[in-house]
């Protein structure tokens, strides 16, 4: 698996995500959502770099431009429901992509630490022999990534396969280099400490879902 860490280079990225941090600006969800949002663009910016592209010829009113087009076919993944803004970044760069959505969620059935994953609504376009982008935005212990990464595995084979996170720990990066192929990009905006006793990342921002839409049951 390869892994592009996108902060470790200074852009206004890390401007977005020091404002997704902050309590002092998490009571503003519509804030919160659009700039996960803006890393989502940042992020699909940075990741078609690694596409491969055609040369085409635009009609202009004075004459012909020969440009280059993204020539993968893309099939755009977010998991439920934090991945959704960051999900809306990418679409509004990848606007041609094909897109899907499946959920995935910690299940405590002793009410203490221990949980497993459980992945429940699926819907997604063909992806086989195409770019398939999973995106979400924090990789904690990895675990729901790889349930939903085995999940969508049984449908189909992509071509390549990029995940991409905002804040991740190094448990988590650890978990996806031991259980996804060697076709996996990992792109991560930032790499935080470590996992707390309770498996949440430090420092981290809180429940990425919360914040952009509310506490839930």
């Keep these: 698996m390869q892994i592009h860490h996108l902060s470790e280079k200074n852009s206004v990225l ?25 890393i989502g663009e940042i992020m ?5 770099k690694e596409f491969h592209y055609k040369t085409v010829e635009i009609q202009t009113p004075l004459g012909v431009k020969k440009t ?18 960051l999900h ?26 221990y949980f ?32 939903v990464y085995n999940k969508l595995m049984e449908k189909g084979t992509a071509a390549a396969i990029h995940i991409a996170v905002v804040i991740a720990a ?11 192929s060697d076709n996996c990009h990992l792109w991560v905006a930032s790499i935080d400490e470590k996992l707390n006793e309770h498996d949440y990342i430090v420092p981290g921002l809180g429940d990425a879902g919360d914040l952009a839409y509310g506490t839930k049951l």
């Design 116 to 147: 497993d994953i459980v992945v429940e609504y699926q819907a997604i376009a063909d992806f086989n022999d195409k770019y398939l982008l999973l995106v979400d935005p924090m990789l904690a212990t990895g675990q729901s990534i790889v349930a």
């Design 44 to 48: 699909a910016y940075e990741m078609s």
């Design 170 to 180: 190094p448990e988590g990066i650890a978990y996806l280099e031991k259980h996804l």
């Design 68 to 85: 280059t087009a993204i020539k993968d076919q893309l099939v755009l993944c977010s998991i439920l429901r934090a991945g959704l803004p």
């Design 14 to 38: 890390n401007h977005f995500l020091g404002q997704i941090r902050d309590v002092t600006i998490h009571k503003d969800s519509m804030r919160f959502r659009r700039n996960i949002e803006r």
């Design 88 to 113: 809306i970044g990418f679409l509004n760069y990848f606007d041609e992509a094909e897109n899907g959505f499946i959920s995935a969620y910690r299940h405590h059935p002793n009410n203490d630490d």
